[in-house]
């Protein structure tokens, strides 16, 4: 009873410490809430007005690991980051009209991994976790269960109808998001062939750097990170040429990078590997673009160099400005990647950081873009054992305390926690007492319930965003893999073309939904 009282002390003291909870001063008038509502009502009566004009342009943006907790706790940092208590902010995803839930198990996992998912959004079919680019027939490692089971991708099928199309990531170009696009592959590891079984090099099986250039050899923008397995093993790095781990690893002697630079050479091409060099082109020049900025991963935006590595917003303006030079329209798939991997290193602030960042990506192709032509989605794979809670009150920093301790071990604790993962700690067998270290530091891996050396996915559903031509398909619960279907189908490539034959602009429904019914009657008659 004693500590219980001292407890609640406590936290009442920590409560005033704080001052009243600070809020605009407008918020206290119910007009105010009325007004807004009222105003948000009239904005999205307006939608019943469908936008079902073609899609000229595709653009999907992928956060890997931006669960719907990332997503808030992003938001909140955007808005502090701009002087604002944060909760009221919205972010650029926000703006968008549509929204759904995907549901994102593999076939064979209720937890997914990125590589199954990514063949989901991206090849239109569910997949097995660990494997990119073929159906669930495949067996993760099992080289001889990939033929026959590939299975292609909303980019190569904008590619065929004429679009130019292109990848823009944070992380390694042949890692498992951007590697579905491309690749058909049962180990989602197989960067190079240094990383694979002799086995599976002799029953024929390529490696994903290899696949980039020679599946679909026309991809007209790629930039991210992954040199080092572009080039013959032990070849020093052209940015950091004394550290061995950085060194290309191809065992097959090719130098990926010259071969494609001597395939489009005359056919304006450019290579280049830092910032300098790639603001240096000129967009109206240059019809094909490698831009590889790291030998693995780019770094989090936190850490990066802003002289030498471009951001994620960066790259995505040059790739528009190339991409939508061909009158035919694009298709460019953009990753925040890195969302994933300080989740998984359990340090939040890094996450939440490069969640913005994309946030900021988002802003700036809505700048170069029309919604009446361009239908841009936003999603992620999965999300992660993410979250945040305690109480906080309005404005308080997402890094930072519950204003209570907890009534079990008396000690405080961050309002972001982890289900699991490296932020499990005992000092002197007892939970660390956060209030002793930096719980602000960039690299501090917040408190997890469950010690891993590296935290784990979650299973829950993500949102999906929408908006531009068709968007309004993107509605209520579905399957992930339903995501590059309503794209294909807005933008008349793949599959299910017969609804295009309208003359005047628009995607025409009408002939699709009169052989579906055609084919209820049917099934009827059958029946």
Same mark, same amino acid.
Request: charged share 20%; proline share 5%; aromatic share 8%.
């Given at each position: 009873?004693?500590?219980?009282?001292?407890? !609640? !002390?406590?936290?009442?003291?920590?409560?005033?410490?704080?001052?009243?909870?600070?809020?605009?001063?407008?918020?206290?008038?119910?007009?105010?809430? $009325?007004?807004?509502?009222?105003?948000? @009502?009239?904005?999205?009566?307006?939608?019943?007005?469908?936008?079902?004009?073609?899609?000229?342009? +595709?653009?999907?943006? @992928?956060?890997?690991?931006? #669960?719907?907790?990332?997503?808030?706790?992003? &938001?909140?940092?955007k808005?502090?980051?701009?002087?604002?208590? #944060?909760? %009221?902010?919205?972010?650029?995803?926000?703006?968008?009209p549509?929204?759904?839930?995907?549901?994102?198990?593999?076939?064979?996992?209720?937890?997914?991994?990125?590589?199954?998912?990514?063949?989901?959004?991206?090849?239109?079919?569910k997949a097995?976790?660990?494997?990119?680019?073929?159906?669930?027939?495949?067996?993760r490692?099992?080289?001889?269960?990939?033929?026959?089971?590939?299975?292609?991708?909303?980019?190569?099928?904008?590619k065929?109808a004429?679009?130019?199309?292109?990848?823009?990531? *944070?992380?390694?170009?042949?890692?498992?998001?951007p590697?579905?696009?491309?690749?058909h592959?049962?180990?989602?590891?197989w960067y190079?062939?240094?990383?694979?079984?002799a086995?599976?090099?002799k029953?024929?099986?390529?490696? !994903?750097?290899?696949?980039?250039?020679?599946?679909?050899? $026309?991809?007209?923008?790629? @930039?991210?990170?992954?040199?080092?397995?572009?080039?013959?093993?032990?070849?020093?790095?052209?940015?950091?040429?004394?550290?061995?781990?950085?060194?290309?690893?191809?065992?097959?002697?090719r130098? @990926?990078?010259?071969?494609?630079?001597?395939?489009?050479?005359?056919k304006?091409?450019?290579?280049?590997?830092?910032?300098?060099?790639?603001?240096?082109l000129?967009?109206?020049?240059?019809?094909?673009?490698?831009?590889?900025? %790291?030998?693995?991963?780019?770094?989090?935006?936190?850490?990066?160099?802003r002289?030498?590595?471009?951001?994620?917003? %960066?790259?995505?303006?040059? /790739?528009?400005?190339?991409?939508?030079?061909n009158?035919?329209?694009?298709?460019?798939?953009?990753?925040?990647g890195r969302?994933?991997?300080?989740?998984?290193?359990?340090?939040?602030?890094?996450?939440?950081? %490069?969640?913005?960042?994309?946030?900021?990506? =988002?802003?700036?192709a809505?700048?170069?873009?029309?919604?009446?032509?361009?239908?841009?989605?936003?999603t992620?794979?999965?999300?992660?054992?993410?979250?945040?809670?305690?109480?906080?009150?309005?404005?308080?920093?997402?890094?930072?305390?519950?204003?209570?301790?907890?009534?079990?071990?008396?000690?405080?604790f *961050?309002? =972001?926690?982890?289900?699991?993962?490296?932020?499990?700690? +005992?000092v002197?067998?007892a &939970?660390?007492?956060?209030?002793?270290?930096?719980?602000?530091?960039?690299n501090?891996?917040?408190?997890?319930?469950?010690?891993?050396?590296?935290?784990?996915?979650?299973?829950?559903?993500v /949102?999906?965003?929408?908006?531009?031509?068709?968007?309004?398909?993107?509605?209520?619960?579905?399957?992930?893999?339903?995501?590059?279907?309503?794209?294909?189908?807005?933008?008349? =490539?793949?599959?299910? &073309?017969?609804?295009?034959?309208?003359?005047?602009?628009?995607?025409?429904l009408?002939p699709?939904?009169?052989?579906?019914?055609?084919?209820?009657?049917?099934?009827?008659?059958l029946?």
């Amino acid at each position: 009873m004693k500590v219980t009282a001292l407890l !609640i !002390i406590c936290s009442c003291l920590m409560l005033g410490s704080l001052g009243k909870p600070q809020f605009p001063e407008q918020e206290k008038d119910p007009k105010y809430w $009325n007004t807004w509502a009222q105003h948000t @009502l009239k904005n999205a009566l307006t939608l019943q007005n469908l936008n079902k004009n073609k899609a000229k342009n +595709l653009i999907l943006f @992928l956060g890997d690991g931006m #669960g719907v907790p990332t997503v808030t706790a992003a &938001r909140i940092l955007k808005g502090q980051l701009n002087g604002q208590s #944060g909760e %009221e902010t919205v972010l650029e995803m926000d703006k968008f009209p549509f929204v759904s839930l995907a549901k994102t198990y593999n076939t064979n996992a209720q937890v997914p991994d990125s590589a199954g998912t990514a063949t989901a959004y991206l090849c239109g079919v569910k997949a097995n976790e660990g494997t990119v680019g073929v159906s669930a027939a495949a067996v993760r490692s099992q080289c001889n269960s990939t033929q026959g089971n590939e299975v292609t991708s909303i980019l190569k099928w904008a590619k065929e109808a004429g679009k130019s199309v292109g990848i823009v990531t *944070t992380t390694r170009v042949n890692h498992a998001t951007p590697s579905a696009a491309y690749a058909h592959s049962v180990d989602r590891d197989w960067y190079s062939d240094n990383e694979m079984p002799a086995e599976a090099l002799k029953d024929g099986c390529k490696d !994903i750097a290899r696949q980039l250039f020679e599946n679909i050899p $026309n991809i007209d923008v790629i @930039l991210g990170g992954g040199r080092k397995y572009m080039y013959p093993k032990n070849t020093s790095d052209v940015e950091y040429p004394d550290i061995p781990k950085h060194s290309g690893t191809r065992k097959d002697g090719r130098n @990926l990078v010259q071969e494609w630079t001597d395939r489009v050479k005359d056919k304006k091409g450019h290579y280049v590997w830092n910032k300098k060099q790639l603001f240096s082109l000129n967009p109206n020049s240059v019809d094909y673009l490698l831009g590889l900025f %790291e030998p693995v991963d780019l770094p989090y935006d936190l850490e990066r160099n802003r002289n030498t590595d471009p951001s994620l917003t %960066e790259m995505v303006e040059v /790739a528009i400005k190339i991409l939508k030079k061909n009158p035919s329209g694009f298709y460019l798939l953009v990753e925040g990647g890195r969302i994933d991997h300080g989740h998984h290193e359990g340090k939040a602030k890094q996450a939440l950081h %490069e969640a913005v960042e994309m946030d900021r990506a =988002i802003g700036r192709a809505d700048l170069m873009t029309s919604i009446h032509d361009t239908l841009t989605i936003v999603t992620a794979d999965h999300s992660h054992v993410f979250n945040f809670g305690g109480y906080t009150v309005r404005g308080n920093t997402i890094f930072g305390l519950a204003p209570m301790l907890s009534d079990i071990d008396q000690k405080p604790f *961050t309002s =972001i926690i982890y289900g699991n993962g490296p932020g499990y700690k +005992l000092v002197n067998g007892a &939970r660390e007492n956060v209030s002793t270290i930096d719980y602000q530091d960039n690299n501090y891996q917040a408190q997890a319930a469950v010690p891993l050396s590296m935290e784990t996915h979650g299973g829950e559903d993500v /949102a999906v965003f929408a908006k531009g031509p068709l968007a309004h398909l993107l509605h209520g619960v579905h399957e992930q893999n339903y995501i590059p279907h309503v794209m294909a189908y807005a933008a008349c =490539i793949g599959q299910n &073309r017969e609804h295009c034959m309208s003359s005047n602009g628009s995607a025409d429904l009408r002939p699709v939904l009169s052989s579906v019914a055609a084919l209820l009657t049917v099934t009827r008659l059958l029946c």
